[in-house]
């Protein structure tokens, strides 16, 4: 099994934590968000590692990883970045956005599912959201899934909490024909949209979000399992983030959310 980390972005809402470094680079007590990932994933014995970079890419130099390069970063979006990594799509590949940290037994529950696309999905998302959000329906999006926990429905914004069963985190795993699907897929949707994006008509093909490629999948008849948690992870955005983190990291309520290794 191998790893591929997104660590492309630049991280704007994080500024001036990112003028000088690239998101994946911020720390997050005592290590960047690439090293908890890095360490999580040699933990569980995955050592075929790779990493997407862009932004400030030349500071980014783990031993014993391989490095893949987003060259318009700064034009595209997650579904472009993942296939600069193209050639490593291949066998048992488990993909992790590059501004989150997840604990060992998150990465554990998607390494164990037999499905051919599996995603994580946190249950217990609007407790972490509130505490993060004034209004969690801002940033919040849909999540449906079906009575076997096969995902209908993600991504989409929403202005209610009927339609949001959980929330997706950025980790997720392909493997068997789920890589083929991903790659068959990925290039019809790119050749069908010439024209208009037949992902998201309201962006460039160039800048869809994973969820519209996800998304697109399950409406071309594709199943997605859903991974379900209960907290065990956070996604570094923003300064307010960072600053909340840090915060209950000091008071020793950062176990609200994650339970760091000691």
């Not at 069963?165 to 949707?189: T, V």
Request: net charge neutral; glycine share 6%; hydrophobic share 35%.
């Amino acid at each position: 099994m191998k790893a591929i980390i997104l660590a492309a972005g630049e991280g704007k809402r994080l500024q001036p934590l990112t003028n000088d470094k690239p998101k994946c680079l911020v720390e997050l007590f005592g290590q960047s968000l690439l090293e908890h990932q890095i360490n999580i994933f040699k933990n569980c014995n995955i050592d075929d590692i790779s990493v997407v970079t862009g932004y400030k890419n030349e500071l980014i130099n783990f031993k014993n990883v391989h490095y893949y390069q987003n060259p318009n970063y700064q034009i595209t979006n997650m579904v472009e970045t993942l296939f600069c990594a193209e050639s490593s799509l291949k066998n048992n590949v488990i993909i992790s956005y590059g501004d989150i940290i997840f604990e060992k037994k998150v990465l554990k529950k998607l390494i164990e599912s037999k499905n051919d696309i599996s995603i994580i999905i946190d249950l217990n998302w609007k407790k972490y959201w509130n505490e993060r959000f004034d209004n969690p329906l801002n940033d919040a999006e849909s999540l449906v899934l079906d009575n076997d926990s096969f995902i209908r429905d993600i991504g989409q914004k929403i202005s209610n909490y009927e339609n949001i069963q959980g929330q997706y985190i950025g980790l997720m795993k392909f493997q068997n024909e789920g890589i083929n699907a991903l790659h068959s897929f990925y290039k019809k949707s790119k050749f069908n949209s010439t024209k208009k994006n037949v992902l998201n008509p309201n962006l460039p093909f160039s800048q869809s979000y994973m969820t519209d490629l996800l998304q697109g999948m399950i409406h071309s008849g594709y199943k997605i399992k859903g991974i379900p948690i209960s907290g065990g992870w956070l996604e570094l955005d923003s300064l307010n983030d960072y600053e909340l983190y840090n915060k209950k990291y000091s008071n020793g309520t950062l176990s609200d959310f994650i339970t760091l290794k000691k």
